[in-house]
C-alpha cells in the first residue's frame, strides 16, 4: 500500500525537542522530493520544509529557520524533521507530504500532532 | 510570497446544488513558457488529511469524481461542485506551486443547508 506515517508527536515544554518521523511505503521513496507541512489547531496548511532526493538541497519557512532541520534517510526510506526551541505557536498537525509536478502534493500522512504548553 | 486568497470562507449549499469557490493570487502563477497554471485544490475532512483534488488548475487527479471541476487562469480561479453530494462536506483550499515557498489559500469550509 502507498502511504506515509508520521510519528513522533506529543507534548513538550517550551524550549523543548522532539523529532518527527514518517515512514513511507509502496512507492520509490529516493525519487521523491519531500515536504513537511503544519497546520495549527483550527487554522490553515503552512508550508514547514522541503527535501530533495538524496538530502542535498534542503528550504525552510522563515518561522521555523534555525530551529527545524530536514533529513531523510533513503535506505529506511525515513523522512525526519528535528523541531528545536519550540514555541507555544509550534503547536501544531505535522504532515508529511510527497511532491510530484512541481509542488504539489499528491500523497499525505494522516500527520503527528505536536502540542507545545507548560 | 505569493499571497492565496479565498472565497467566500465558508458556505452553505443544498444537496445537489452548484458550490463555487474563488481563489485569488497576489500576482500571476502562470508561467508563460508551458501555458501552465500552477494551482492546486485540495479537500480537507475533519480529522482527515488534505486530499488532492485538482492541479495544474483544471486536470482532475485519478479518482476525484467529475462533479468536481478547476478553471481559471493568471490569478483568478475556481473550484466548482457541480452538484453537491453529502460527501462533499469539507474544507477546501487552493495551493500554488509556481512561487517558492509554496503557499495555502485559507480555505474554504462547505456545508449542506
Known amino acids: 500500500e502507498v502511504q506515509l506515517v508520521e510519528s513522533g508527536g506529543g507534548l513538550v515544554q517550551p524550549g523543548g525537542s522532539q523529532r518527527l518521523s514518517c515512514a513511507a511505503s509502496g512507492f520509490s521513496f529516493r525519487n521523491s522530493w519531500m515536504y513537511w507541512i503544519r497546520q495549527a489547531p483550527g487554522k490553515g496548511l503552512v508550508w514547514v520544509s522541503s527535501?530533495?532526493?538524496?538530502?542535498?538541497?534542503?528550504t525552510y519557512a522563515d518561522s521555523v529557520k534555525g530551529r527545524f532541520t530536514i533529513s531523510r534517510d533513503n535506505a529506511k526510506n525515513t523522512l525526519y524533521l528535528q523541531i528545536n526551541s519550540l514555541r507555544a505557536e509550534d503547536t501544531a498537525i505535522y504532515f508529511c507530504?510527497?511532491?510530484?509536478?512541481?509542488?504539489?502534493?499528491?500523497?499525505w500522512g494522516q500527520g503527528t500532532l505536536v502540542t507545545v504548553s507548560s | 510570497d505569493i499571497v492565496m486568497t479565498q472565497s467566500p470562507d465558508s458556505l452553505a449549499v443544498s444537496l445537489g446544488e452548484r458550490a463555487t469557490i474563488n481563489c485569488k493570487s497576489s500576482?500571476?502563477?502562470?508561467?508563460?513558457?508551458?501555458?501552465?497554471?500552477?494551482l492546486a485544490w485540495y479537500q480537507q475532512k475533519p480529522g482527515q488529511p488534505p486530499k488532492l483534488l485538482i492541479y495544474w488548475a483544471s486536470t482532475r487527479e485519478s479518482g476525484v469524481p467529475d462533479r468536481l471541476s478547476g478553471s481559471g487562469s493568471g490569478t483568478d480561479f475556481t473550484l466548482t461542485i457541480s452538484s453537491l453530494q453529502a460527501e462533499d462536506v469539507a474544507v477546501y483550499y487552493c495551493q500554488q506551486y509556481f512561487g517558492s515557498p509554496i503557499t495555502f489559500g485559507g480555505g474554504t469550509r462547505v456545508d449542506i443547508k
Open positions: 507530504g510527497r511532491v510530484a509536478g512541481g509542488g504539489v502534493i499528491n500523497l
Open positions: 500576482q500571476t502563477i502562470l508561467n508563460s513558457s508551458n501555458n501552465k497554471n500552477y
Open positions: 527535501i530533495d532526493y538524496d538530502g542535498s538541497v534542503t
